[in-house]
């Protein structure tokens, strides 16, 4: 039976580019699935190589360094090449894995990227008409320069030839999901998991845990307060306009704050607003006025004297910063 797209032998090949900054434990949560299903079958049913822009070792996010098997210009045949994007996104040096990964598109090889992998795909145009999925610290960033894409919050994404998921662990989710299809097979998938300790997640599981369940032992009139705020960050609601949504007193709902969570619900609200304005901050190069006034704050000098008291730096110093770590 024929494996995976772009497939031309029974047996499929796979290729994890490795860029510098890449995430370890991505690549480990990618590779392993197939490591075991071998395992279990007894034999290299399932191919895989590390690639590395050069002969020489690849530095990872946590400082280790990985020497790969091959270089990016060696010749090689691939059914499927999947792109370890790093952490933070580059601002540069794309060319010449873009132009590498349209000659892969090319010849028919599916494509996938892990973590930020998918950001490669999209400046080398591969993802038009695709659904794609990317962690959620960057589907802003994604959108921000490509909002053509079609960007889920899901754990990952299998739409024909091309494979995106979020990172951290969610490759275990994704290559387990392959590893149901030919030459592998449902029982074969659930018997990697199973030597994982893992449970096979769906890919229609978002992300980021639903309020519900990073809140689990607070009342349902505090979750449903909660989600208010997470949905109303840009123009923001009063405690009595929450409170009056809910049918509750105001004094109700300060206490119910108070005996949970042990804050009030403006300061929650505000702890919230910031959270997504520092996202924003960090991972987008929007500008200061319009990220204060996505997440409801009257002017850039407020939000710029919040942001400082909550992270004990300006907006402009923390991303001036960043650009210093990334250099």
């Known amino acids: 039976m ?38 279990v079958l007894g034999r290299r049913v399932f191919d895989y190589v590390t690639i590395g822009l050069r002969a020489e070792p690849v530095l990872s996010s946590d400082g ?3 020497l790969p098997d091959q270089a990016l210009g060696d010749s090689s045949q691939f059914d499927t090449v999947f ?5 933070p996104i580059p601002k540069t040096g794309f060319g010449e894995i873009s132009r590498w990964l349209r000659r892969l598109e090319a010849q028919g090889i599916a494509l996938g990227g892990i973590d930020t992998g998918c950001y490669f795909l999209a400046k080398a145009g591969l993802l038009q008409g695709y659904r794609c999925t990317i962690h959620w610290e960057d589907r802003e960033t994604l959108l921000e320069e ?29 290559m387990t999901f392959v590893l149901r299809r030919p030459p592998g097979s449902r029982a074969l998938a659930q018997q990697v998991s199973d030597l994982l300790v893992s449970t096979q997640r769906s890919p229609d599981e978002n992300q980021s845990l639903a309020m519900r369940y990073r ?3 607070v009342p349902e009139l505090l979750l449903e ?35 949970f969570l042990n804050t009030g619900p403006a300061r929650k609200y505000l702890e919230i607003r910031l959270a997504r304005a520092r996202l924003s901050v960090l991972r987008t190069s929007r500008r200061v006025d319009e990220i204060a006034s996505a997440c409801g704050f009257a ?26 770590v990334r250099q």
Not at 231 to 256: C, G, T
């Open 299 to 324: 002017s850039a000098a407020h939000f710029i004297d919040r942001y400082r008291t909550a992270f004990g730096n300006s907006p402009q110093a923390e991303r001036k910063a960043l650009l210093g």
């Open 2 to 39: 024929p494996g995976p797209p772009g497939s031309t032998t029974a047996a499929p090949r796979f290729g994890f580019l490795l860029i510098p900054n890449f995430s370890l434990i991505a690549l480990s949560s990618a590779v392993d699935p197939l490591r075991l299903a071998n395992q």
């Open 64 to 66: 280790i360094r990985l």
């Open 83 to 87: 792109v370890i994007g790093p952490n």
């Open 146 to 174: 490509f909002p053509q894409l079609l960007v889920s919050s899901r754990l990952f994404e299998i739409d024909r030839d091309r494979y995106t998921c979020s990172g951290g662990v969610s490759p275990l989710d994704l």
């Open 215 to 217: 809140y689990a032992n």
């Open 225 to 259: 307060a909660l989600e208010i705020m997470e949905n109303n960050v840009e123009e923001p609601l009063s405690p009595s306009e929450i409170a009056d949504y809910l049918k509750i007193s105001r004094r109700q709902l300060e206490r119910q704050f108070r005996e």
